[in-house]
């Protein structure tokens, strides 16, 4: 008897492990990589499924400005940096649905850099399902060395 419950509960563990692994949610961004300028407004969605028919609500956190070098948001980064929002256009959406996501940039430029947001799907106070997107806003020096390399090519072309 004992062996027996032993196997059934084996194959029941087995049957949750699977139906988890197949119902996997999934948070999607339709570009997760921009180059803004100083003051620019783009769009990107958000899509989410696999939330079980719940609604989801759509939590934009954390937002910050990379100051380590370390891809998404780390402890030594500056968090809801002034001049930079990401700005969900619902704050839920059904399971399966998507939404638009307006990213905003005022900066000038000592203020630019790499920043990323993350859009979360949540389901009550739960956390099903999260997405990082990164946002370059070259600085000035990336800009100037670009025109003076236009410029030097341009000096080089003439002389010829």
Known sequence: MKQTF???FAVMIAA????????????TLSSDSLT???TDVQVVQACFSGY???TVSVVINP????????????AGDTLN?????????????????????????????????????????????AVLGS???QVFVPEFGVAAAGL????????????R
């Open 16 to 27: 949750i492990v699977a139906s988890v692994a197949v119902s996997a949610t999934t948070t």
């Open 131 to 133: 997405e990082t997107g």
């Open 52 to 54: 079980h028919g719940n």
């Open 81 to 125: 940096p002034s001049g930079f929002s990401v700005v969900p256009g619902a704050a839920s959406v059904a399971d399966g649905g998507c939404t638009n996501l307006t990213i905003t940039t005022t900066l000038n430029p000592s203020n630019a850099g790499t920043f990323y947001y993350t859009v979360n799907g949540e389901v009550g106070q």
């Open 148 to 159: 003076v390399l236009v410029g030097a090519g341009l000096f080089i072309s003439k002389r």
């Open 6 to 8: 032993g196997v059934i």
């Open 36 to 38: 803004m300028g100083y």
């Open 63 to 74: 937002i910050c400005k990379d100051v380590d070098g370390v891809f998404g948001c780390q």
